[in-house]
């Protein structure tokens, strides 16, 4: 009787072992489908692009209302016509003139090579070549200053 209960308790104890076993078994592979999550789908990553801002472009811009700096401020950017910060007299002629306003298509091939918009760029930025580097500085940006797909601005 009594090394029947002991082996009773011993295959208890062994079942409970595989419980355990299969649990991190488990857990392992909800890690693992949580560190594929970001390259199944690719979200635009807002914090990343506040991030990349601030190493980036706040040298040159900020993003308060008439705070120009060496870069006129980005206060307000979505649906902004082009070369249009009050009191910034820097702009290449390109943007002074141009009749665009800014949007995620035209920033994001600005942002790539501001050449592309404006051949006579005054802006010293050699672009970003990584799509999701543009990406997340505009989620970023649009984050800020409002829906650029309603054009609302604050
Ligand atoms: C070293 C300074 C500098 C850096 C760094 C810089 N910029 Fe600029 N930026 C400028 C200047 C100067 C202009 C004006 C360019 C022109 O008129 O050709 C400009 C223009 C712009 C414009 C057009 C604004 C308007 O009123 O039409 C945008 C948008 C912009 N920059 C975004 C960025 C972003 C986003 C970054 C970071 C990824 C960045 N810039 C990095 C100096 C800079």
Redesign the pocket.
């Known amino acids: 009787m009594v090394g029947r209960g002991k082996i009773g308790l011993a295959a208890r104890a062994v079942r409970r072992q595989r419980w355990i076993v299969a649990g991190l078994g488990l857990a392992a592979a909800a890690a693992v489908a949580m560190l594929g999550t970001p390259a199944a789908a690719p979200a635009d990553d807002s914090a990343r692009g506040a991030r990349?801002?601030r190493s980036?472009?706040?040298?040159?811009?900020r993003l308060e209302p008439e705070a120009n700096?060496?870069?006129?401020?980005?206060f307000g950017?979505f649906d902004?016509?082009?070369?249009?910060?009050a009191g910034?007299r820097?702009?290449?002629?390109?943007?002074?003139e141009?009749t665009f306003r800014?949007n995620d298509a035209l920033?994001d091939r600005?942002?790539a090579d501001?050449r592309a918009i404006?051949p006579?760029?005054?802006?010293?930025?050699s672009g970003?070549r990584s799509r999701a580097?543009?990406a997340d500085?505009?989620a970023y940006?649009r984050e800020r200053f409002g829906d650029a797909a309603t054009g609302a601005s604050q």
Do not use: E, K, Q
């Not at 902004?80 to 910060?85: F, L, N, T, V």
């Not at 820097?90 to 002074?96: A, E, I, Q, V």
């Not at 006579?120 to 930025?125: A, E, K, L, V, Y």
């Open positions: 990349l801002y980036h472009c706040l040298r040159c811009h700096r060496l870069g006129p401020t980005l950017l902004r016509p082009a070369g249009s910060a910034y820097r702009y290449s002629r390109t943007l002074r141009g800014w920033l600005y942002l501001p404006a006579d760029n005054r802006m010293p930025f970003y580097d543009r500085v505009i940006l």
